[in-house]
């Protein structure tokens, strides 16, 4: 008896050993510093979460992640500001001092949700973008294309998928199936593409799947034209979109002039750009990389008297809103007021604010061209 209770307690250890060696092997690939060029691999499972997002969407997406000092401050407005909906939250959210993309997310309080609970992928996100923008519009395609020979990646009463060519290239396209509706879905990366093997996860929560042969759950519709009104013209009109075949995010200028968004660094107020990075509402976060710090920190100095006059126009916006909405008062964010992600200025001040920003994130884990194309959809 002693002998057989000595062979189960050592099968047992085996077991065990085992069971950790498998998990140890099972466990998230390590981080690469974060001024390294990403390969092809790591950054598909560096997308992987987002890839399957309407087109609209995950464009503005990738373009707000290149300022997540200001998602972050979004979202504590929000959080700060729960009552706030529909059409007086887009006016209140043009007061605030962040990028248009930032600026217009408040809509999807479900996105918000996920990019700040892993700033640390949020950032390193934005940082891929600003550095390797076209790798990583490639990696959305090939992941996309896995999932639609899958099966898993089909057109549903929430969305279309279809397979264009841009530029002789095949690209596949996902568009809301309403024009006045977004479904932004929940999908857990692991049923599409596997366990992340070069880059992790974000550590967000990835709700079941419903049943058998189902991979996407949907959050609930979203109707824009409660929050934009009557003027509000469709999934075409939207702020951001692919411009796949040149590797390139095409801005809807005349969307965030009309909505009264930030636009200062908008060389034109209406038709379609090719969208650049605003160092300005950087906010002193660091770059990733030296060439990327050196080709923008002199580019925040070049508008802050814009910035300083756009500022003074917004703040008297605020008070004539605050005026008309009674006793309703919402507070405005002001990156100056000496909060956590106050005083974000340029030189050695950002560089303190940045790094006690950072500090309660956990440490950094971690363009293309084209002639614009029109403003409708395409």
């Keep these: ?75 504590q407005w929000m959080q700060r500001n729960p009552g706030v909906t529909g059409a007086v939250l887009i006016q209140v959210a043009q007061q605030q001092n962040w990028d248009p993309s930032v600026q217009a997310l408040v809509v999807f309080p479900d996105v918000m949700k996920r990019l700040n609970d892993d700033v640390t992928w949020t950032t390193n996100l934005g940082n891929a973008f600003l550095a390797q923008q076209a790798e990583v519009m490639d990696a959305v395609q090939r992941l996309r294309q896995q999932a639609q020979q899958a099966g898993k990646l089909t ?6 998928v279809t397979t264009a060519k841009q530029d002789a290239a095949p690209v596949i396209e996902i568009e809301p199936a309403d024009p006045a509706v977004i479904y932004v879905p929940f999908y857990d990366p692991v049923w599409f593409w596997g366990p992340p093997l070069y880059y992790p996860y974000p550590l967000w929560f990835w709700p079941p799947m419903p049943g058998a042969g189902v991979f996407f759950s949907f959050g609930p519709g979203i109707g824009i034209g409660g929050f934009f009104g009557r003027g509000w013209g469709g999934w075409g009109g939207w702020g951001w979109h692919f411009g796949w075949g040149a590797h390139t995010v095409i801005v809807n200028n005349a969307f965030i002039h009309r909505y009264n968004f930030n636009s200062a660094h908008l060389a034109q107020l209406h038709g379609s750009s090719v969208w650049e990075h605003d160092a300005f509402h950087r906010q002193g976060v660091p770059y990733a990389r030296p060439a990327l710090a050196a080709r923008y920190q002199s580019a925040v100095r070049e508008n802050l008297r814009a910035r300083a006059t756009q500022q003074a126009r917004a703040q008297s916006r605020a008070a004539k809103t605050e005026e008309r909405m009674g006793n309703r008062t919402v507070p405005q964010n002001n990156p100056r007021s000496g909060g956590v992600f106050g005083g974000m200025e340029n030189g050695r001040a950002a560089s303190i604010h940045s790094d006690h920003g950072f500090s309660s994130m956990g440490s950094m884990r971690g363009g293309g061209g084209g002639a614009p194309r029109g403003g409708g959809r395409r």
Excluded: K, W
């Design 155 to 160: 057109s549903s009463a929430q969305q279309v």
């Design 1 to 75: 008896m002693r002998r057989f209770r000595t062979v189960t307690v050592l099968c047992g250890l085996f077991l065990l050993s085992q069971d950790g060696l498998l998990r140890a092997q099972q466990a998230p690939p390590q981080l690469p510093p974060p001024d390294q060029t990403l390969s092809p691999q790591q950054l598909e499972n560096l997308v992987a979460p987002v890839a399957l997002y309407p087109d609209p969407l995950l464009s503005q997406i990738l373009v707000a992640a290149t300022y997540p000092l200001e998602v972050v401050q979004a979202y």
